[in-house]
């Protein structure tokens, strides 16, 4: 596994990764810059801040055992001044299915590439509904198996059981599909609050090259959204039978529209009627 890692590591220190990784720092920095509370974390990927952009007081990096030292082995292999963002200082030392925090005690959880990396992705999404306070939110990024990204990659496999050719996506865990995820999501009472693609340049290798297709985003985004090389996503933790309060303006106003005891004052005895509609009788 920490095999995978550093090549996973080399993979994003590549053109075509640096450009993916720019993309989906972009997105993460405009999903939790609004979103308030006072606990966030993030799961894996240290090559992405996702939470800078996030003003809770206390934030953490989380990452398994074997992201560990894959990430300790590329640092010492890997070339610094190519690393596509700067890397983060890990807080916590902790597993996707198996995180060390109480029943809803977080506020938001991000999640950059982390479900392709776990050994259990469905696993990983049930510990961080645990986890997660009622309307807490988690971001969730990940590569899309339906893009031309997906396709070079399924051409390579398939080339690769012939004996030759290389693979263009890194070679680790299970590619899970947006349909895919969203419908987790849903079994595990979540709220997909919106959702995005991006991404849309040719697999080329070169930097040369993706640049000479960067008219393609804005084409692909209009046109052909659900073939991004990437998906993003933002889902809100739902919790059935919860009850909002009120303002308490409106309770105001229901007590001052209730029924009233107004006196009659031909008979002297009391009747009832709406507070805002009293009429004088004659006497």
Not at 255 to 268: E, I, L, Q, Y
Request: net charge positive.
């Amino acid at each position: 596994m920490s095999d995978q890692i550093i090549g996973l590591h080399h993979w994003f220190d590549s053109p075509p990764g640096r450009y993916l990784l720019a993309w989906e720092q972009a997105r993460f920095d405009e999903a939790v810059a609004d979103v308030f509370g006072y606990h966030s974390l993030q799961l894996g990927m240290p090559l992405l801040d996702g939470l800078r952009a996030n003003r809770m007081p206390h934030q953490w990096l989380a990452l398994g055992q074997e992201a560990v030292w894959g990430s300790i082995a590329y640092a010492q292999v890997g070339d610094e001044a190519q690393a596509p963002l700067r890397r983060h200082t890990v807080d916590l030392l902790a597993e996707p299915v198996a995180l060390p925090f109480a029943e809803a005690s977080l506020d938001l959880i991000v999640l950059p590439h982390t479900l392709e990396l776990s050994i259990d992705p469905h696993a990983a999404l049930r510990e961080v509904e645990r986890v997660l306070v009622p309307e807490g939110r988690v971001v969730i990024s990940g590569l899309n198996p339906t893009s031309l990204w997906g396709l070079r990659q399924r051409r390579a496999r398939l080339y690769q059981r012939l004996g030759r050719g290389t693979l263009y996506l890194p070679d680790v865990g299970e590619f899970i599909g947006y349909r895919r995820l969203r419908d987790w999501l849903r079994l595990l009472s979540f709220e997909v609050e919106s959702a995005r693609f991006g991404c849309y340049r040719p697999a080329v290798r070169s930097a040369q090259w993706l640049e000479r297709f960067g008219w393609m985003d804005p084409l692909g985004e209009r046109w052909w959204p659900i073939l991004g090389a990437a998906y993003f996503l933002v889902a809100v933790k739902r919790v059935h039978g919860m009850r909002l309060l009120e303002p308490t303006w409106r309770s105001n106003r229901q007590r001052s529209a209730a029924t009233v005891p107004v006196a009659n004052r031909a008979g002297g005895r009391a009747r009832t009627a709406h507070a805002p509609s009293v009429q004088r009788e004659q006497a």
